[in-house]
């Protein structure tokens, strides 16, 4: 079964970093597009980055364009999202994503919390 695993969320000071993490398993991973989401307590969940899947195209939300950068290592079946100048806006739970059959799959979240 599809399984995806979150990691490297914490709490960070505003102008930091942070790198996520996504392990995934159950399906073949090269094969498909990754993508990062995120959701604010109130609010939707949100499109951060994604990346097709040989790494080669990526796109991402305009509020992180040069703040954040997505990539992966199809070897390893993980796909990372490298987080910079976090400011407390960005402040979510930060899921992975991979639609595969028709259906959409996400990891159980990892908490990112900007704060001074």
């Known amino acids: 079964q599809v399984q995806l695993a979150e990691s490297g969320g914490g709490l960070v000071q505003p102008g930091g970093s942070l790198r996520l993490s996504c392990a995934a398993s159950g399906f073949t991973f090269s094969s498909h597009v990754m993508s990062w989401y995120r959701q604010a307590p109130g609010k939707e969940r949100e499109l951060v980055a994604a990346i097709s899947s040989s790494g080669g195209n990526t796109n991402y939300a305009d509020s992180t364009k040069g703040r954040f950068t997505v990539s992966r290592d199809n070897a390893k079946n993980t796909v990372y999202l490298q987080m910079n100048s976090l400011k407390p806006e960005d402040t979510a739970v930060y899921f992975c994503?991979?639609?595969?059959?028709?259906?959409?799959?996400w990891g159980q979240g990892t908490q990112v919390t900007v704060s001074s």
């Open positions: 994503n991979v639609v595969h059959g028709l259906e959409n799959y």
